[in-house]
């Protein structure tokens, strides 16, 4: 299967700890978005690369948070010190860049600070 | 700005009956619309997309969505309900503006009774 696969697919960690996600977009997509979903919610935007630039930072994502696509291929979100209202889904999502709008999304890795 | 309100934060029907998740966005720009799926644990699914090409629109599993500009309505329809069915379903848009993420709206959780 050649979708957006995450790592980890969960996570629990102690609040002030830090944490790293993992994201492999689909192979030809140069387009990767993170969101965030929580309880009984719809995603909400926090971030997007074209390729290796990001683009675009939601004002969801604190200075506690940071992205990365370092080749263009996979991208990294860390969130440092985390605090127990980081608990949700990190969603990310790829697409290709040419006219077409569509997001394909991963599974997600869900985050639980305790 | 653009939003999107899903009317109706569940919604139960029989196996066999018809589906009706609404959907109506705001938008000063001819908007690109989707729908989506959510299983529990697991990412998104797209299920169908309007891009100004045709009002109507079929998706997988059976479904389609009618877009209607004059009500800035995209209410997904679906004639008979399975019962693989039940799940989270997420009404999404993008507005061509330069912006490239999504919009959700809140969801919709269906439930499909025997």
């Known amino acids: 299967d050649t979708g957006v696969s995450q790592d980890p697919r969960h996570k629990i960690t102690k609040r002030g700890q830090n944490v790293t996600f993992r994201c492999d977009p689909i192979?030809?997509?140069?387009?990767l978005y993170w969101y965030r979903q929580t309880l009984g919610q719809g995603p909400e935007f926090l971030t997007y690369?074209?390729?290796?630039?990001?683009?675009?930072k939601s004002r969801l994502l604190s200075d506690r948070f940071s992205a990365e696509r370092p080749k263009g291929s996979f991208s990294t979100l860390e969130i440092q010190r985390t605090e127990q209202g980081d608990s949700a889904m990190y969603l990310c999502?790829?697409?290709?860049?040419?006219?077409?709008?569509?997001?394909?999304f991963g599974p997600g890795t869900r985050l639980t600070v305790t | 700005a653009q939003s999107v309100t899903q009317l109706g934060s569940h919604v139960s029907v029989s196996e066999g009956a018809l589906v009706l998740l609404r959907c109506n966005y705001s938008?000063?720009?001819?908007?690109?619309l989707f729908w989506y799926v959510q299983y529990p644990n697991q990412g998104l699914q797209l299920l169908l997309k309007?891009?100004?090409?045709?009002?109507l629109v079929k998706g997988i599993n059976g479904f389609e969505a009618e877009f209607k500009k004059s009500e800035t309505s995209f209410h997904l329809t679906k004639p008979s309900a399975h019962m693989s069915d039940a799940a989270e379903y997420f009404c999404?848009?993008?507005?061509?503006?330069?912006?490239?993420?999504?919009?959700f709206g809140s969801g919709t959780r269906l439930q499909v009774q025997p």
């Open positions: 192979s030809e997509h140069n387009r």
């Open positions: 938008s000063s720009v001819p908007p690109y």
């Open positions: 690369f074209q390729n290796e630039a990001q683009l675009e």
């Open positions: 999502a790829s697409s290709l860049g040419t006219g077409t709008y569509e997001q394909y």
């Open positions: 309007y891009t100004s090409a045709a009002t």
């Open positions: 999404a848009v993008h507005m061509d503006t330069g912006r490239r993420a999504l919009t």
